[in-house]
């Protein structure tokens, strides 16, 4: 089966598990998915089975939109419900000064990732280290989890009933809501950690009941048509290199060939025609 679209992963649950669930339920073998999700978050999660997993590093991934509520008071190592160590009674603040706060992380923002994420650092998750606890690995986590910076294009104040408030951003590719959370409570004068996050869309896709996309739609390149042309056909089938000018397409650009049955990614390099991907069965 090739197939994609976006799913929504429930809470507390891995996007790995996730996935494993969703194999079990199309009853396919290969599959994977773009732009993990931590256990805590839910929400969109664009998963794709037998040859499309091949179009994730294609893909728009930014911007990424997020509806999140933060728990002021709330102390926790991962920032979240999760490995929580104490509950702070906060004074209430004005709903001026909590839009306010929010508005000022518009922009570029500097973050530190969180210890208890998925994130790559040498070979293994950040959060398998963090559990660990083993005094290597939280100086490990020390060394690389360095300061990073996040663009925070939009942040929408969506309400406050005290000590929660609630906000949908958007934000770019590498963005950790948890971090910007954390950073909105120290600014407001108090620690602060997640009690609910929400991914709403990636790259513009968004959850619809894992309604299957089609991928000449959502691939962000321009398309070159070449049905009923079987002299070019069966030099894609033969994946045989040829001259660009030959589609007219420009040096260092992606395009998308489509024939009846499948489609190819192709780029230029050289004034020979690269082949990103092809072959590719339209369904």
Known sequence: MNRIFVAKKPLFITSNGYLGALKRKYNVKKAGFSGILDPFACGALVVAFGQYTKLFSFLEKS???????????????????????????????????????????????????????????????????ARSGQEA???????????QIMQVYAIEFLNYCHPFVSFRVKVSE??????????????????????????????????????SLNPLEILPFSKIDLRGDSAMRNIFENGKTFDAKMLKISQNSKYIVQFESFFSIISSKNEKVQYLANRIPLC
């Open 137 to 147: 690995d939280l100086e490990i986590l020390e060394r690389f989890l360095k300061p």
């Open 174 to 211: 590498g963005a950790y809501i948890r971090s910007l959370g954390a950073l909105i409570a120290k600014e407001l004068g108090c620690v602060g950690g997640l009690s609910y996050l929400e991914r709403l869309s990636e790259g513009g896709l968004s959850y619809d009941g894992e309604k």
């Open 63 to 129: 911007p990424k939109v997020y509806q999140a509520t933060l728990w002021l008071g709330l102390q926790s190592d991962s920032l979240d419900l999760e490995n929580v160590r104490n509950i702070f009674k906060i004074e209430k603040f004005s709903y001026h000064t909590i839009e306010s706060v929010l508005n000022n992380f518009v922009g570029a923002v500097e973050f530190i990732p969180p210890k208890y994420s998925a994130k790559n650092i040498q070979g293994q998750k950040a959060y398998m280290l």
